[in-house]
T-cell receptor, first 112, second 113 residues
Framework: NAGVTQTPKFQVLKTGQSMTLQCAQD?????MYWYRQDPGMGLRLIYY???????DKGEVPNGYNVSRLNKREFSLRLESAAPSQTSVYFC???????????FGPGTRLTVL | EDKVVQSPLSLVVHEGDTVTLNCSYE??????LLWYKQEKKAPTFLFML????IEKKSGRLSSILDKKELFSILNITATQTGDSAVYLC?????????????FGKGITLSVRP
């Protein structure tokens, strides 16, 4: 039982490049989340998916897109990376409303 | 808009000290308040609080919620260097499947030997 996994662990991009961050969970959870964490800012929600086939914007969605491919996988895409998107990205999942969220190990992204 | 404010933002103590971390919140239709510990990696769950006045305890850590005054505290007694971490507070409002967490900025705790 791996929990929540994320790939890659580290990535360096040039401004304007695109990439997709992958997230998968094996806990049969309905809800999945993408957060970014910047120094002194806590965790800020980018997008979430309450169930397979649905996605909704969080607090900071601009510059990102998501896909809930199936119940297990939730990907985050940067179409044209900008230096302001340099951050640590965490994926999380949750079984039912009211349960705690379980976090993946994070992806450290640097945009030059 | 839901809001979570943690204080202090950072704290340095010596091993053996007792610390109290604060979290105040404003949220419509409060459901729960959660505490997480984050070392150099993903946040790990500590406590979920839903009822006022009931202390949750795990070893040297304990937490309590005051729903009237809209705050929670996390206490750590006899601190150890392994307690050095960022402590995150988050609140959840009722929203069914669409409910989500709002996080505070975190409190950085450093425990010196």
């Amino acid at each position: 039982n791996a929990g929540v996994t994320q790939t890659p662990k580290f990535q360096v991009l040039k401004t304007g490049q695109s990439m997709t961050l992958q997230c998968a969970q094996d806990m049969n959870h309905n809800s999945m989340y993408w957060y970014r964490q910047d120094p002194g800012m806590g965790l800020r929600l980018i997008y979430y998916s309450a169930s397979e086939g649905t996605t909704d914007k969080g607090e900071v969605p601009n510059g990102y897109n998501v896909s809930r491919l199936n119940k297990r996988e939730f990907s985050l895409r940067l179409e044209s990376a900008a230096p302001s998107q340099t951050s640590v990205y965490f994926c999380a999942s949750r079984g039912e409303a009211g349960d705690t969220q379980y976090f993946g190990p994070g992806t450290r992204l640097t945009v030059l | 808009e839901d809001k979570v404010v943690q204080s202090p933002l950072s704290l340095v103590v010596h091993e053996g000290d007792t610390v109290t971390l604060n979290c105040s919140y404003e949220v419509t239709n409060f459901r729960s308040l959660l505490w997480y510990k984050q070392e150099k990696k993903a946040p790990t769950f500590l406590f979920m609080l839903t009822s006022s006045g009931i202390e949750k305890k795990s070893g040297r850590l304990s937490s309590i919620l005051d729903k009237k005054e809209l705050f929670s505290i996390l206490n750590i007694t006899a601190t150890q260097t392994g307690d050095s971490a960022v402590y995150l507070c988050a609140v959840e409002a009722w929203g069914g499947a669409n409910s989500k967490l709002t996080f505070g900025k975190g409190i950085t705790l450093s425990v010196r030997p």
